[in-house]
């Protein structure tokens, strides 16, 4: 079992050193987690997809289980498109490392929704890695990169 575990960490190892949080034109990405704020506490899903090296446009879902806005039943849910602006290159950050002010703009069950937020993605591997988004609507879970 043991030799087993160090192969595995070996063949791993090479995938650390590519691992890259955000990379422009082209770039995509998936996150998925717990939505801990904002219209409500529940589940969240986000896409990605980037323009050029600054700014990435996508859409998300978020479905609500508790605190849900005004506690009506119809606003369970939060249908969104979003923009990022990446300040990876501008800050000189890591390449495993990204934060992104953004925007949030759709609908909450039949009402008008808007959101602000600043996130962070960090990268463990060339696929998997951890996002953080604190702001109106807030999550913390993992991203993939596509």
């Known amino acids: 079992?043991?030799?087993?575990?160090?192969?595995?960490?070996?063949?791993?190892?090479?995938?650390?050193?590519?691992?890259?949080?955000?990379?422009?034109?082209?770039?995509?990405?998936?996150?998925?987690?717990?939505?801990?704020?904002?219209?409500?506490?529940?589940?969240?899903?986000?896409?990605?997809?980037?323009?050029?090296k600054l700014i990435s446009v996508g859409a998300g879902l978020n479905i609500y289980f508790d605190n849900y806005k005004d506690n009506d039943d119809k606003n369970r849910a939060f249908v969104f498109g979003r923009i990022n602006f990446h300040l990876k290159d501008a800050l000189q950050l890591p390449e495993k490392l990204d934060i992104y002010p953004g925007a949030d703009v759709g609908v909450v069950g039949s009402n008008f929704g808007l959101g602000a937020h600043i996130g962070a993605r960090y990268f463990f591997t060339e696929r998997i890695g951890v996002f953080a988004e604190v702001g109106n609507n807030g999550s913390l879970g993992v991203s993939i990169n596509l």
């Open 1 to 52: 079992m043991k030799k087993l575990f160090f192969m595995l960490v070996l063949m791993l190892a090479g995938t650390f050193v590519n691992a890259q949080a955000w990379t422009g034109k082209g770039d995509q990405k998936i996150n998925t987690g717990l939505s801990a704020w904002g219209y409500g506490t529940g589940i969240t899903g986000t896409y990605d997809y980037g323009l050029n």
